[in-house]
């Protein structure tokens, strides 16, 4: 069996398991690895137990900085298995016109800034209308109280634990208590969506995202920066399952 079958197969294995276990899975970011060899250099990431790719679009605009659109999605596409999904993260102004080419690219989960959205509800609705994961995301100075009309039709939450627009930056520690609330009113009102932390995500603070109550852990600098992007992945994970709460299933086991 080719190491690629295999690894497919186990993330297909670790999906399959989270409908019965709490699980956490790891989202590297595309932002960080090396373009010259984007292809090979996300597959080492997903041979270390990532799940989704997460991909950073920038406008220059809504952020300081520019980075890719749907012709790269498109790329992505072609060069991962059909079976990881595409996580994309709109960091730009009026997304609403840009849902259907990101759509089309190969997007599986597009996510939206709160801050960017007139009409938050209706930009979500066209995601959801698409047969895609609509996620919407917030700013380090926004709180979760703005989105207390839309918790019911997200399927994630993306909390932003540095200001958009740059890789690389110190993870803001007030972000814990915007985590902790965010699952403390997802169990207050019986819902079921998935949160996301993006920023400064590093082997000296996945322990306490997890804790705080995150369960997709978006990472680049930590996955690609140094080393090898396998071996990163895997430690990074292994150190977020140590932290995981345990699971009432698993206790009853």
Request: proline share 3%; hydrophobic share 45%; with cysteine.
């Given at each position: 069996m080719e190491p690629v079958h295999y690894m497919l197969n186990f993330t297909l294995v670790l999906r399959a398991l989270g409908a019965f276990f709490i699980m956490v899975q790891l989202a590297p970011s595309i932002l960080s690895a090396d373009f010259s060899r984007l292809a090979a250099h996300?597959?080492?990431?997903?041979?270390?137990?990532?799940?989704?790719?997460?991909?950073?679009?920038?406008?220059?605009?809504?952020?300081p900085n520019i980075t890719i659109g749907p012709p790269v999605v498109a790329c992505l596409r072609k060069a991962?298995?059909?079976?990881?999904?595409?996580?994309?993260?709109?960091?730009?102004?009026?997304?609403?016109?840009?849902?259907?080419?990101?759509?089309?690219?190969?997007?599986?989960?597009?996510?939206?800034?709160?801050?960017?959205?007139?009409?938050?509800?209706?930009?979500?609705?066209?995601?959801?209308?698409?047969?895609?994961?609509?996620?919407?995301?917030?700013?380090?100075?926004?709180?979760?109280?703005?989105?207390?009309?839309?918790?019911?039709?997200?399927?994630y939450v993306l909390v932003m634990s540095v200001n958009p627009g740059f890789g690389g930056q110190k993870f803001i520690r007030n972000s814990l208590e915007k985590i902790r609330k965010l699952a403390a009113a997802r169990t207050a009102m019986n819902l079921k969506?998935?949160?996301?932390?993006?920023?400064?995500?590093?082997?000296?603070?996945?322990?306490?995202?997890?804790?705080?109550?995150?369960?997709?852990?978006?990472?680049?600098?930590?996955?690609?920066?140094?080393?090898s992007a396998r071996a990163n992945a895997e430690k990074l994970l292994s150190l977020a399952q140590d932290a995981m709460p345990a699971s009432p299933k698993m206790a009853r086991a």
């Open positions: 996300v597959q080492e990431a997903l041979e270390g137990g990532g799940t989704l790719l997460h991909v950073d679009v920038m406008d220059g605009h809504f952020v991962v298995s059909n079976t990881v999904p595409l996580d994309c993260h709109l960091m730009i102004e009026e997304p609403d016109r840009y849902i259907d080419s990101f759509a089309e690219a190969g997007a599986d989960w597009i996510s939206v800034h709160q801050e960017a959205c007139i009409h938050l509800h209706r930009t979500l609705e066209s995601i959801k209308q698409k047969g895609l994961r609509a996620g919407v995301v917030i700013n380090p100075a926004t709180p979760i109280g703005t989105l207390s009309e839309v918790f019911d039709i997200v399927d969506f998935e949160i996301e932390v993006d920023g400064g995500i590093s082997q000296e603070t996945v322990a306490d995202v997890v804790k705080a109550g995150a369960e997709i852990l978006v990472a680049g600098n930590a996955v690609f920066g140094k080393g």
